[in-house]
């Protein structure tokens, strides 16, 4: 099992910052990608970014040159650092774990945190 404890969510205002950060414990491989998703109220599930434990990193077209995801390997952390943010970007922000294992993919989510950019 891989846990996920996320942190840093919360209210700002249209153009700010926000920086969520994502730790992970347990029975992790060495090779692995961590990321974001987001839900938004009635909206389904998206990716918002990922990157691999060799630092390959994807974002989204609507967050590409806002958003900044990084990790630190030895503290088993991923960062999501959000800047210009706008209302819709509004929406419940999930840590991700995937790994590949002898029986196929594993994967494990956090439990979400709430960020809110007022219009």
């Known amino acids: 099992q891989v846990q996920l404890v996320e942190s840093g969510g919360g209210l700002v205002q249209a153009g700010g910052s926000l920086r969520l950060s994502c730790a992970a414990s347990g029975r992790m491989l060495s090779i692995n990608t961590m990321g974001w998703y987001r839900q938004a109220p009635g909206h389904q599930r998206e990716l918002v970014a990922s990157?691999?434990?060799?630092?390959?990193?994807y974002y989204a077209d609507s967050v590409r040159g806002r958003f900044s995801i990084s990790r630190e390997n030895a503290k088993n952390t991923v960062y999501l650092q959000m800047n210009s943010l706008k209302p819709e970007d509004t929406a419940v922000y999930y840590c991700y774990y995937w790994d590949y294992r002898d029986r196929g993919d594993f994967g494990s989510w956090g439990q979400g945190t709430q960020v809110t950019v007022p219009s």
């Open positions: 990157i691999t434990s060799g630092r390959s990193s």
